[in-house]
């Protein structure tokens, strides 16, 4: 439905994707369009604070997260960062975000964002995942046991694992070496993501 080939580019849109993604619950389709939008316009922060927005929810502390970077990060925020920020704080104080698991691992995430599709830069993705190895497997160890609406924010918080080392080894993204392609599979393969 989302991030068709002719309207990824066109902001207007992609506000309207994760104003529909909110009020729907499937936020997850407007950040996959943003996304596409980050890839074909790196530099373009905009895209960064959208997501951040469509990456914040109930079940989802990654926005939340990426949105206080970006808060310090950047100054001199347009209204639409401003608006984007707002949003994305919304769940910023819910209890369930405090876990420790996390807690800890949801602003590894959001930096590793801002590193694959702000900075392009895979290895400092590669980087930061690895050094936090011990930390997801044992995330991923007591998803296994999540119940309520942990169970939902672990599945996120994996997605979104999941999806930036595969991005580095299958889509290699962005002008991936061999090497770094083969070492986002290893850390996949090893932390227990395949």
Do not use: C
């Not at 995942?129 to 918080?157: C, H, P, R, W």
């Amino acid at each position: 439905m989302f991030g068709g080939l002719y309207r990824t580019h066109d902001k207007a849109y992609l506000k309207d994707a994760l104003a529909w993604g909110k009020s729907s619950y499937q936020s997850d389709r407007a950040g996959n369009s943003i996304i596409k939008y980050m890839k074909e316009f790196p530099s373009d922060r905009w895209a960064l604070f959208a997501f951040a927005d469509s990456a914040s929810g109930v079940f989802s502390p990654v926005g939340v997260e990426l949105g206080k970077i970006l808060k310090t990060k950047f100054k001199n925020l347009s209204a639409d960062e401003k608006a984007f920020i707002d949003n994305s704080e919304t769940y910023k104080d819910y209890d369930v975000h405090q876990k420790a698991d996390f807690k800890n691992l949801s602003p590894v995430l959001a930096k590793s964002y801002i590193s694959l599709y702000y900075e392009r830069d895979s290895v400092a993705v590669l980087d930061e995942l690895d050094s936090k190895k011990q930390m997801i497997k044992t995330f991923l160890k007591n998803e296994k046991s999540a119940v309520g609406s942990d169970k939902y924010i672990y599945e996120s918080m994996r997605d979104n694992m999941y999806n930036l080392l595969t991005e580095i080894w299958l889509n290699s993204y962005p002008n991936v070496r061999k090497e770094e392609s083969n070492r986002a599979y290893e850390l996949l393969l090893e932390v227990g993501l395949i």
